[in-house]
């Protein structure tokens, strides 16, 4: 452990895809959380990596400023910067990691490089009321959904993960289906709040174990809307032609965004149930972007009140991609004497804990 300070400082820079973010953390409480968000990507349907970048270097600067001021410190007061080093898009982390770096040199202080699932897991721990160890976290996101086993800050383990797809990867190709415009996942939230969940029946697959596997459901989503709700099945011709599928879709769509919606949460929660009793852990959390969905939030609350769990899920802003989480990650890695005064240390667009 590092020697007891009156106050650890710490920056934290956020830049793993297409959300620009800056933090400042004191004592494990968060100062500032500033984010800058790219609406470059909405006409490509999906971000576009190379555009990402230069809005990240655009962003940068002044993200980092504004949340230094808004934490109303000086950088000379900083102990540490902590940054996202993976996974990620490459030509985004290299942009947060390379000033991190410049930083580092400037203000001659150390590095403590931030896994990202990580941190997403260790949101919990931002604010009151935070879960006791041990605990598990069904994180999910974009790129990634896991169920987490925390024994301490860091010390945690993934005993559970898609094989395929991700949940948010599921909601998003499915909102792309239907035709709804990028990001899809918050609108089929917003849909499915005033459409029967009952509707319309998808297929849960039979996985062993605590995996996930989601490709198959994006497949019977597919054929359900190609068949326009007669057959989820493939057939060589489909049942409706495009005109009866847009037809279709449009006097259903708030029924079938409710269906596939708590399809891929029974899927998510399902296995999450299982890993508790598998476990007998009862302080159970929620993180990563997809966390913020309130169709998932509500059932995992009402799940949790079932099974008298302790449950936690993260304040909004917490949710998706953010520096707040990183810097908190950071605090905890500082106490750890995790730090690094290696400016050769490099961004990974993969890695494992």
């Not at 399809?263 to 007998?280: F, P, Q, V, W």
Request: with cysteine; charged share 20%.
């Amino acid at each position: 452990m590092q020697e007891f300070k009156r106050n650890v400082t710490i920056i934290a820079i956020e830049s793993s895809c297409d959300e620009t973010s800056a933090s400042v953390c004191r004592n494990g409480e968060i100062l500032s959380n500033i984010v800058a968000s790219q609406k470059v990507h909405e006409q490509y349907g999906g971000v576009i990596p190379e555009l990402a970048s230069r809005a990240h270097i655009q962003h940068i600067v002044p993200v980092v400023d504004l949340a230094v001021k808004k934490a109303n410190i000086s950088l000379t007061e900083t102990d540490a910067i902590a940054f996202t080093q993976a996974p990620g898009l490459i030509g985004s982390l290299l942009v947060g990691s390379q000033f991190a770096k410049s930083l580092s040199l400037a203000l001659n202080k150390p590095l403590i490089p931030v896994h990202h699932m990580q941190a997403h897991v260790l949101a919990n721990l931002i604010s009151n009321p935070r879960p006791a160890f041990p605990f598990l976290c069904l994180t999910v996101s974009g790129g990634h959904t896991q169920i987490v086993c925390c024994q301490s800050p860091l010390n945690m383990k993934v005993i559970g993960e898609t094989i395929d797809d991700a949940a948010g990867e599921a909601f998003d190709k499915s909102a792309k289906l239907l035709g709804l415009p990028y990001p899809g996942g918050p609108l089929i939230d917003k849909h499915a709040a005033t459409g029967d969940a009952t509707r319309f029946s998808f297929p849960e697959p039979q996985i062993e174990g605590l995996n996930f596997s989601f490709s198959g459901l994006k497949t019977s989503i597919l054929y359900f809307l190609k068949n326009a709700g007669k057959s989820n099945i493939y057939k060589e011709q489909f049942l409706a032609s495009p005109e009866e599928q847009q037809l279709f879709i449009n006097n259903n769509l708030d029924d079938i965004c409710a269906s596939v919606q708590h399809r891929i949460i029974s899927i998510l929660l399902n296995k999450l149930k299982k890993a508790a009793a598998t476990t007998g852990i009862r302080e159970i959390c929620l993180a990563g972007g997809v966390s913020a969905n309130r169709g998932l939030r509500t059932a995992f609350e009402k799940l949790g009140n079932e099974s008298g769990w302790n449950i936690y899920i993260p304040a909004f802003e917490y949710c998706t991609d953010n520096a707040a989480m990183i810097a908190i990650t950071g605090y905890y890695k500082f106490l750890a004497g995790e730090t690094s005064d290696d400016l050769s240390i490099t961004a990974t667009a993969r890695a494992e804990w």
